[in-house]
Nanobody, 124 residues
Framework: QVQLVESGGGSVQAGDSLTLSCAAS????????MAWFRQAPGKEREFVST????????YYADSVKGRFTVSRDNAKNTVYLQMNSLKPEDTAVYYC?????????????????WGQGTQVTVSS
């Protein structure tokens, strides 16, 4: 059974930085695309970023491009989301997700395992 456990969320001021981590159980972590999504209060869950199996390709939502950086350490079965210049509109529960073995995707339906989420709150 695959488990994804996010950590690193918290309450910060606008302009601050946070790094989220997602530790994955299971085998062959480096065989799977990983992604981050987020859900703000009263809104649908939305794509944030995705990273290819070996970390060579990354993609971002326009709203976070240039501020967030996704990375992974396959030796540690962990994916990270470095978030800089945080804004109040970044306030959300952040989820990591494990996808398939090939193409990176911004679509929730392409991800099969999800973590429980970690809260990020950014105050102005």
């Amino acid at each position: 059974q695959v488990q994804l456990v996010e950590s690193g969320g918290g309450s910060v001021q606008a302009g601050d930085s946070l790094t989220l981590s997602c530790a994955a159980s299971g085998r062959n972590f480096n065989s799977y695309v990983m992604a981050w999504f987020r859900q703000a209060p009263g809104k649908e869950r939305e794509f944030v970023s995705t990273i290819s199996r070996l970390g060579r390709n990354t993609y971002y939502a326009d709203s976070v491009k240039g501020r967030f950086t996704v990375s992974r350490d396959n030796a540690k079965n962990t994916v990270y989301l470095q978030m800089n210049s945080l804004k109040p509109e970044d306030t959300a529960v952040y989820y990591c997700a494990r996808g398939g073995t090939y193409s990176e995707s911004p679509h929730e339906s392409d991800y099969y395992y999800w973590g429980q989420g970690t809260q990020v709150t950014v105050s102005s």
